[in-house]
């Protein structure tokens, strides 16, 4: 019976791995996790939701270039305060246009006052002042409050990614859970349940996730769970058909025989064996709920300023594409796009690996 279900899971990863465009989709999901992980390590502007503003180099093109002076703040971090949160005090950024030396100070030209210059002692820098003095160049450009796009970018695929998969344990937490019951116990039981899940699947699904988000308050882990309430439905159905189906097979009826519980006969033995379907499901959710969440940001009820979000930063800068400067817009849009179809790939390519009928 092992060997069977190696030799299952063997011909289940071979042909996924033949499917060049499903597994090309499944290492840009990883490499966007990576992204989400190690944003702020990967990230040009280091600093807490990447929010250095610098309105005097405003929505510039890509590939823009600006010299900085740095201003040191010598406030240490822990290495895990600076993966989760970024740098809480990050250097001073100032854009210049020239500086000299005049005795013992640096003097130098603003691009905000080309006018007058400002006076910084060299006694405040521990290094020579040139290290402080670095040309930087923003490769997707800046936003409309000057800040590094690509920065905000890669931060924001930590939103993007990780609701994904807090909606999706949400939903599978709760699917499953209700599906399974429905499904093993039926009668009455499932008669209720399935009465609740008509009631929500009736609601439109963005109406009850701004219901849900105005209900539990505007923030990160509010537009989380709220996507995660609303997504439920599709898994309790799917898992319900399954457990009609499964709960008349030969090895369910020696379970009861044999006098297990109902509660490990679902668990252990039913849920097991209708695992594909569950998986191909959770793939389109994690889809779905990247797109609920970028809405939900472009409306203005996602995750709120100065947390940077794809759908937001769409939000922020959609007036640009009529005013000469699309890419604040399309950049956004493309990542959304490109990640909702990674999934989406992904999962019809776990759909046809994990059909049984074709492995015969």
Known sequence: MRTSANSLTKIAVQKFKQNKLGLLSFYYILFCGCVAVFCYVLSPDSSSNANQMHLEIHSKKPGFKATLLHIPTNKKQSVFSFL????????????????????????????????????????????????????????????????????????????SFFIGFIAVFISLLIGISMGAVAGYFGGKIDAIIMWIINVTWSIPTLLLVIAITLALGKGFWQVFIAVGLTMWVEVARVVRGQLISAKKMQYVEAAKALGFSNFRIIFKHILPNIIAPIIVISAANFAGAILIESGLSFLGIGAQPPTPSWGGIIKDHFNYIILGKPFLAIIPGLAIMSLVMAFMLTGNTLRDALDVKNKL
């Open 84 to 159: 989760m949160y970024g740098q809480l005090h990050p250097a001073i950024e100032i854009p210049i246009t020239n500086y000299r030396i005049e005795g013992k100070k640096l003097m130098v030209t603003t691009l905000a006052d080309q006018v007058s210059e400002t006076s910084y002692p060299l006694a405040s820098f521990d290094k020579p002042f040139e290290d402080y003095i670095q040309e930087k160049t923003y490769y997707f450009g800046t936003d409309r409050y000057g800040r590094d796009l690509l920065s905000r970018m890669l931060i924001g695929t930590r939103i």
